[in-house]
């Protein structure tokens, strides 16, 4: 029985971590500058994670395996070994502690360091339950919103305030569309609660605060369409809030806005 057992978790393991290295539910190809690092970072954390859980896995295997049938013998109880226990505590603080900080210079990359002064600017509005983009339009300013304003039944579901000329030419679309190869700089806003934008080939996440501003920036590779779902439990209707993102030529692009601010 207790062979059986043991048999079980080892084959347990190897399955799994089979699936783990071989498996289908791996991130789709990246099409952004931060995705050869970040799957790079979460190859090295999974392996050595894997490895870890390998070799205890086959520790749990042995234990159930070396110490079967003692039911009968005296029971010794055990106060442990607090050498290992610092050995291991502090070998696994040191591991996780630097895996963060090795992965810092991703996330600040991404998130924290402004982007670059050409970007093009888009704002992306987390409503409940649905995304509103928003283009500057020629003047490359955005008009200033007002809660009071926002009136979803009369096509202005961001409020933009009419008396303030850099609004005027603003255009507000349902899909992220953005040119090929060109840094795009995204402002996240909510009208509500919190959102969260989500697009797995960008390797990109970030929460929308009502109230904030948040800012990250990327520059998409790859012409094609991809799922941008919000990613954040935000209410009854959460499951069906998603958009796409757009990666367009130039050209297709120039026309996508132009018939965009069309009335
Ligand atoms: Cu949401």
């Known amino acids: 029985m207790a062979l059986l057992l043991a048999l079980a978790i080892t084959a347990i393991t190897l399955i799994s971590m089979y699936y783990f290295a071989f498996g289908p539910w791996g991130m789709p190809p990246f099409i952004s500058e931060y995705g050869a690092a970040y799957d790079q970072h979460f190859m090295l954390t999974l392996t050595i994670t894997g490895i870890i859980f390998f070799f205890a896995q086959l520790g749990l295997a042995y234990a159930v395996f070396r110490y079967r049938g003692q039911r009968e013998g005296k029971v010794h109880y055990s106060h442990g070994n607090n050498a290992l226990e610092v050995l291991w505590t502090s070998a696994a603080a040191v591991l996780f502690i630097g895996l963060v900080f090795w992965g810092q210079n991703i996330w600040v990359r991404a998130h ?152």
């Open 112 to 263: 924290l360091r402004p982007a670059d002064p050409g970007s093009m600017q888009v704002e992306v509005w987390g409503q409940q339950f649905t995304w509103y983009i928003r283009y500057p339009g020629p003047d490359g300013k955005f008009g200033r919103t007002t809660p009071e304003l926002m009136k979803e039944s009369i096509g202005q579901p961001l409020g933009i305030d009419p008396d303030d000329p850099a609004g005027t030419d603003d255009i507000v679309a349902t899909i992220l569309a953005v040119p090929v190869s060109r840094p795009v700089e995204v402002i996240l806003r909510s009208k509500d609660v919190i959102h969260s934008f989500f697009v797995p080939e960008l390797r990109l996440k970030q929460d929308a605060v009502p109230g904030l501003e948040n800012r990250l920036h990327f520059t998409a590779s790859q012409i094609g369409r991809y799922e941008l779902p919000c990613a954040e439990l935000c209410g009854l209707g959460h499951y069906q809030m998603r958009t796409f993102l757009d990666v367009k030529t130039d050209a297709d692009f120039e026309q996508w806005l132009q018939d965009q601010a069309a009335p």
